[in-house]
């Protein structure tokens, strides 16, 4: 993923698209910072790990943009997003995480709300990057009652 991240610098940087290369540049220094925090190379987990942090990050910022009156940083933050977007896998529709959950709890013999845990790591180690977790929370809280 690494790699694939560097060529894809690389080739902006030769179309010259500036938008894209300032955003592989903040991924890039993401990965970097996390892998000094870590003190080990990340793999693509982790990568994707990170990835979908920036995501988190760039939607929370897009809120507080617009709440404030700024579309213009919004659009900036979206522009952003969709770059990082194309490096992740395909998110889960609502549908499919419903039947994730629900397979995860038979999996985890979840009966109650106190089980809620055993679920989410079920969901983290089988679905990481490819759904939202504070969605599947919400559907496993429903679930579990």
Do not use: H, W
Not at 33 to 55: C, N, P, Q, S
Not at 73 to 96: F, H
Request: no cysteine; glycine share 6%.
């Amino acid at each position: 993923m690494r790699a694939k991240i560097s060529a894809d610098l690389k080739t902006a940087m030769k179309a010259g698209d500036k938008p894209k290369v300032a955003t592989l540049r903040l991924i890039n220094a993401a990965i970097q910072t996390a892998e000094i925090e870590t003190r080990k190379e990340l793999d693509d987990a982790g990568v994707l790990a990170v990835m979908t942090k920036m995501v988190k990050q760039r939607r929370d910022s897009i809120a507080q943009y617009t709440s404030g009156g700024r579309p213009d940083l919004a659009a900036t933050e979206q522009s952003e997003i969709d770059i990082i977007e194309a490096y992740l896998p395909k998110q889960m529709d609502e549908g499919a995480v419903a039947a994730a959950v629900a397979d995860a709890i038979k999996e985890a013999g979840a009966t109650s709300a106190k089980d809620m845990g055993k679920v989410m790591g079920v969901l983290k180690a089988k679905y990481a990057g490819q759904m939202d977790f504070q969605k599947a929370s919400a559907a496993v809280k429903a679930a579990l009652g």
